[in-house]
């Protein structure tokens, strides 16, 4: 256990850095004229949004099975604690949202330039909300217009960062179940897809640094827990003597 939580604790201490430095800069978002090289931000962020979200996860679970060459058994004893993993992280993430209530950059930016408060604008059902930000922002030439639609599906309150927990959370399992077996390129490969996902939420407005840390933090506890879980139930993490040899000959 003390090996999987260092292992994962690193992960995620490299995960927070940027979130850390956006954060104690003081950092507040607004946009920008040169903002052609968001669109690439958005279609990062897409790999995680709903429906793609669901495409994400199943051809990383088909990359690990793959990578860990478990047999039938274990392998669907791996994917039930993989998806019941990320299930319980969006299902704590909607709990921590509902209690804290913590409006997202872009909802401050819009209470800035148009006349309605953020709390009056969280009072309002979802769909009215949505139907604000499309009639607020139909002619506001500084937001394009994918992004007025991103922020129309997207509403909610912003504290943890769903988007975080879901690409922190495979990241830290890349650590977790495929680092001990040598595949080092995936991991760094999905590493920086996390970093990558965690930047578009703050760069397209939808979440403060600190909504990533937390985000992080909570992938963290999960992910060390589901990778001891898998160990305990599945299969040794480390492989034995003789596979380790195999692995290392066709590293």
Not at 35 to 47: D, H, I
Not at 59 to 84: T, V
Not at 113 to 133: C, E
């Amino acid at each position: 256990m003390y090996e999987i939580a260092k292992r994962t604790g690193l992960g995620a201490v490299l995960l927070m850095i940027i979130p850390i430095l956006v954060w104690v800069s003081g950092w507040q978002w607004h946009p920008e004229n040169g903002a052609g090289w968001w669109r690439g931000m958005f279609w990062v962020t897409q790999t995680v949004t709903s429906p793609w979200g669901a495409v994400t996860s199943a051809l990383l679970l088909g990359w690990f099975l793959w990578c860990l060459r478990f047999r039938l058994k274990p392998a669907l004893g791996l994917a039930c604690i993989l998806g019941a993993t990320l299930l319980i992280g969006q299902g704590l993430k909607t709990v921590i949202k509902d209690q804290v209530q913590e409006p997202r950059p872009y909802v401050l930016w819009l209470e800035d330039q148009f006349s309605i408060d953020d709390r009056a604008f969280y009072s309002l059902p979802r769909k009215a909300r949505s139907q604000w930000v499309k009639k607020e922002l139909q002619d506001e030439r500084q937001i394009p217009p994918w992004l007025r639609r991103h922020w129309q599906h997207d509403t909610g309150f912003a504290f943890p960062s769903g988007h975080t927990i879901f690409a922190a959370s495979w990241a830290l399992l890349a650590l977790g179940l495929l680092w001990p077996r040598r595949h080092f390129t995936s991991v760094a490969l999905i590493m920086a897809w996390a970093v990558a996902v965690m930047c578009s939420r703050m760069i397209l407005g939808m979440h403060w640094p600190r909504d990533l840390v937390m985000g992080t933090v909570l992938s963290w506890l999960m992910i060390t827990l589901a990778c001891w879980l898998v160990q305990r139930w599945v299969g040794p993490l480390t492989p034995k003597p003789d596979e380790a040899r195999d692995i290392k000959t066709r590293a």
